[in-house]
């Protein structure tokens, strides 16, 4: 079965830093670009950063350039986004996601998601 | 940065039919675009439904259907069912590794 499973969510002060993280089971992580979509409360989802397999290739949405970054440890089966400078508006629920390419690119499993809350 | 619009609601009766749609606010919507839809009941993560535009997600019921119509992507239920009162959602391929979701369309079963 496969689970993807994120922990390191909380409260922390505007300003601040998170590291989250995502185990995953049940699939050959490596062979997978991952993601981070968040969702903040009442919200729809938004797309935030992908790795590539190989965790070299990365990408963000323009709102966290420079303030998060997304890695993985393919031996620990694991993907982390580091989030630094937080805002307010980066509070929401964080999942994390792998990607699945079939004639075209789409979010295949999905984590339950961690909650991450900016507030002093 | 070019928005993802769907429909904030729609209302259709157990057993009717509802096609939700998925644009760009200054493009066409194409298979390039990469279509997929998910759904999501309250408290719950994302499941997939629909990918590459028309292809089922394993385990998805068949009266759930995808297409490109006219400039849109498009999500249609067929035969509505009460477990079918979600949020829906579209997700678009922008290039340059960049997806954007759109704002969501609640689906309402009565």
């Known amino acids: 079965e496969v689970q993807l499973l994120e922990s390191g969510g909380g409260l922390v002060q505007p300003g601040g830093s998170l590291r989250l993280s995502c185990a995953a089971s049940?699939?050959?992580?490596?062979?997978?670009?991952m993601a981070w979509v968040r969702q903040a409360p009442g919200k729809g989802p938004e797309y935030v950063a992908s790795?590539?397999?190989?965790?070299?290739?990365?990408f963000y949405v323009d709102s966290v350039k420079g303030r998060f970054t997304i890695s993985r440890d393919n031996a620990k089966k694991s993907l982390y986004l580091q989030m630094n400078s937080l805002r307010a508006e980066d509070a929401a629920i964080y999942y994390c996601?792998?990607?699945?390419?079939?004639?075209?690119?789409?979010?295949?499993?999905w984590g339950q998601g961690t909650l991450v809350s900016v507030s002093s | 940065q070019t928005a993802v619009t769907q429909e904030p609601s729609f209302s259709v009766s157990p057993g009717g039919t509802v096609t939700l749609s998925c644009g760009l606010s200054?493009?066409?919507?194409?298979?390039?675009?990469?279509p997929s839809w998910y759904q999501q009941t309250p408290g719950q993560a994302p499941r997939t439904l629909i990918y590459?535009?028309?292809i089922r997600s394993s385990g998805v019921p068949d009266r759930f259907s995808g297409s490109i119509f006219g400039n849109k992507a498009a999500l249609t239920i067929t035969g509505a069912q009460p477990d079918d009162e979600s949020d829906y959602y579209c997700?678009?391929?922008?290039?340059?590794?960049?997806?954007?979701f759109g704002g969501g369309t609640k689906v309402t079963v009565l």
């Open positions: 200054s493009d066409s919507v194409s298979t390039t675009h990469n």
């Open positions: 997700l678009l391929n922008m290039g340059s590794g960049i997806w954007v």
């Open positions: 996601a792998s990607w699945y390419y079939s004639n075209g690119w789409y979010l295949n499993y």
């Open positions: 590459n535009a028309n």
């Open positions: 790795i590539k397999k190989d965790g070299i290739e990365k």
């Open positions: 049940g699939f050959t992580f490596s062979n997978y670009w």
